[in-house]
């Protein structure tokens, strides 16, 4: 591996003020980053590691019911931890393996945005709020394209916030050698409406599946999607689905998240 | 250059290293533990797996600068100091539960996580805790037969395959 620095702050106001340097990335449990560094596709000077801020790690519920996830916690720690979403703890559970889900941060996840990832479609089909060192931006204006977010250069994920659904499920069709979702679809009924997000699918990464929400709306079925589908038209093409296939498992895997919900 | 202090196997240890050094390098080229193997790099194989604060990471996927304060366990201080072998590692033994057994310290490593967390698990639910850990040579019948026979149960409830 290439030469470089490496700083552990151990407060969010160390951290912020470390990745104002010059060339500085924010380094979460690695389990995506590491490997990106070990193939040279990306080389910053500087490491600043978020792993040793307490503050930021934990799981509590706050004043208005919302679950709270600080950004350094782990899908090991979300799995076991997130007793009052249990479709949330059962989709960190599912994360990559063992080892990495002991390792990888939810803050991590949402700040690389991967369009695979299972954790935007979490956070989008919740409608939750993320949380940084300056401001909360909801999960409707945070992702905005294949590993693209809202975030600002040197801004840190501190906290996810959770609105607690009626009903939830989320459905991954799992590419095997990989283990993130080929399609995975998060849905989530909520005394104002459903939520459906779609991860794995989109040349665009997560997006919310729509006319899938309004027909739940209505009717909270597996039959009420019978006769939608979403148009494969801008829907990811490689060597393990078409874009019609994708297409296809989203419709497939929303039925399923809701008939499990 | 960073130092690192952390407690390997029962052991202090405190070292200066790169910030680049990855956990797995420090263990192997500074503590000469080599039981720790390396297979793809690419926190794909498992052959890697150690202890951290007693939870299974990959340690070719962390920075041995992060390992700082921490408890590492690795494969070597699984036997007892006599070398008389731990359960998981006689029940491999027994069980014909490795053949070339390069990815067998991650395999011991991640079945102890496990039976820590879950001591009576089903063959199902081992099955689904070693995803992260690759075998090119069982086939994984007979790595998980030894797990459920170091968990006690009953080995010839395990479905042939």
């Known amino acids: 591996m290439y030469d470089f620095d490496i700083e552990r702050p151990s407060t969010i106001a160390d951290a912020v003020l470390a990745l104002q340097n010059e060339d500085t990335q924010a380094l979460s449990g690695g389990q995506t980053l590491i490997p990106t560094l070990k193939a040279r596709l990306a080389m910053p000077e500087t490491l600043i590691s978020l792993t040793g801020i307490p503050e930021m790690q934990g799981i509590c519920t706050n004043d208005t019911g919302q679950l709270c996830i600080g950004g350094g916690t782990t899908h090991a720690s979300v799995a076991r931890g997130a007793i009052q979403y249990p479709a949330l703890a059962q989709m960190a559970g599912h994360i990559g393996d063992p080892a990495v889900r002991n390792r990888g941060t939810i803050g991590g996840s949402l700040a690389n945005n991967d369009p695979a990832a299972c954790y935007p479609a979490a956070v989008l089909g919740s409608g939750a709020t993320i949380v940084t060192n300056t401001r909360e931006i909801a999960a409707d204006d945070y992702f905005l394209g294949m590993f693209e977010t809202a975030l600002e250069e040197g801004e840190i994920i501190t906290e996810v916030r959770f609105p607690l659904p009626q009903r939830a499920n989320y459905q991954k069709f799992q590419q095997p050698a990989s283990r993130f979702a080929l399609v995975g679809v998060f849905v989530a009924k909520y005394a104002d409406g459903v939520r459906v997000a779609v991860t794995g699918a989109s040349e665009e990464g997560v997006f919310r599946w729509t006319d899938a929400e309004l027909a739940l709306d209505t009717n909270f079925s597996a039959t009420a999607l019978s006769e939608l589908m979403v148009a494969a038209d801008g829907l990811l093409e490689d060597i393990h689905g078409s874009p019609e296939y994708r297409a296809n498992l989203i419709k497939v895997m929303t039925q399923r998240a809701v008939g499990a919900a | ?161």
């Open chain 2, 1 to 161: 250059m960073p130092t690192v202090t952390m407690v390997v196997n029962g052991q202090p240890v405190s070292k200066h290293v790169e910030a680049r050094t990855l956990l797995v390098d420090l263990l192997r080229n500074d503590l000469s533990l080599t039981g720790t193997h390396v297979g793809c790099d690419t926190s794909q194989c498992g052959a890697c797996v150690v202890h951290v604060n007693g939870d299974a990471v990959k340690a070719c996927t962390m920075f041995a600068f992060e390992a700082e304060g921490t408890e590492v366990a690795t494969i070597e201080g699984q036997a007892a100091d006599d070398g008389t072998l731990s359960n998981i590692q006689q029940a491999f033994q027994d069980h014909h539960g490795l053949q070339c057994g390069f990815c067998t310290p991650g395999m011991i490593m991640s079945a102890s996580a496990l039976l820590k967390d879950n001591p009576h698990p089903s063959e199902d639910e081992i099955r689904a805790y070693l995803e992260g850990n690759i075998c090119r040579c069982t086939g994984y019948h007979n790595i998980v037969k030894a797990i459920i026979a170091a968990s006690g149960q009953d080995v010839a409830a395990v479905t042939a395959e």
